[in-house]
């Protein structure tokens, strides 16, 4: 196992990214032989649901750090950005007993953010080379890779459900990453949420377009339970259907 392997979390809006993402942190830290690993959680996506489907609290964002030095620089223009940036970063990252969480916040704001937003990218770079795992919950659609914020990663994770919008939404995704020359070593796509019964029908209609579903995760009653009810999605018992079915995937992509 090496260190700074970075997993992006990608797809439509509502075809449950989060619950992916947080359920693969979950498994990734109780397999067999990752007792040691340390896990790096970035909520990329403004809604930031991730926190409560990992059952923690967060202060501050990346956003907020962001703005909060553009307003200094215009008070002062000698500040340098980038290093004021590395510092405070340091303080907002939650710290948990095996894994840190680092929350993005909102994209964009007043004025022009070109620059700092290269340097989150850049922060981001320099903080996956210290953990075993980087799990990064992005956006929805496409706009975190138009960004550019999941820039290099080994493994891409393509979340569909049973909507054709996600179909296309996919196919977008592969396209988008190589026109700005994104590296994805291994691409995944994952249907998701799917009722029993369709999962070939499912495979077909996504082979008409051109994509392999690699894995399928079966709807799961629990996961709606537990939003209701305010649980945290990683408290899911070892044996729910989601659970199950993630569990192959971290086991694939150790």
Same mark, same amino acid.
């Given at each position: 196992m090496r260190k700074g392997k970075v997993i992006a979390v990608a797809? %439509?809006?509502g075809t449950g990214k989060t619950a992916i993402a947080a359920l693969l942190i979950r498994e990734l830290l109780k397999s067999k032989g990752n007792e040691n690993i340390c896990v790096l959680a970035v909520d990329a996506d403004a809604d930031s649901n991730l926190p409560d489907s990992l059952g923690i609290s967060y202060d501050k964002t990346v956003g907020d750090i962001r703005e909060g /030095? /553009?307003?200094e620089k215009q008070q002062d223009t000698t500040l340098d950005i980038r290093t004021q940036f590395e510092? %405070?970063?340091?303080?907002?990252?939650?710290?948990e007993e095996r894994y840190d969480l680092l929350v993005m916040?909102?994209?964009?704001?007043?004025?022009?953010?070109?620059?700092?937003n290269h340097i989150i990218r850049m922060i981001i770079d320099i903080l996956t080379k210290n953990y075993d795992y980087t799990i990064i919950d992005c956006e929805a659609g496409l706009e975190h890779l138009s960004r550019r914020t999941t820039?290099?990663?080994d493994v891409m994770l393509v979340v569909l459900d049973t909507t054709l919008k996600s179909i296309k939404t996919a196919l977008r995704l592969k396209k988008i990453a190589e026109e700005i020359n994104i590296e994805v070593k291994n691409l995944i796509n994952i249907a998701n949420k799917i009722p029993s019964g369709i999962e070939k029908m499912i495979r077909e209609e996504a082979k008409r377009y051109g994509l392999e579903i690699e894995e399928i995760i079966p709807f799961d009653p629990l996961i709606p339970e537990y939003d209701f009810k305010g649980i945290p999605i990683v408290d899911l018992p070892d044996d729910a259907l989601s659970v199950a079915?993630?569990?192959?995937?971290a086991e694939r992509i150790r």
């Open positions: 797809g %439509k809006g /030095l /553009l307003e510092c %405070k970063i340091a303080e907002i990252v939650v710290e916040g909102r994209p964009e704001g007043p004025g022009c953010y070109c620059p700092v820039r290099d990663v079915a993630v569990r192959r995937i």
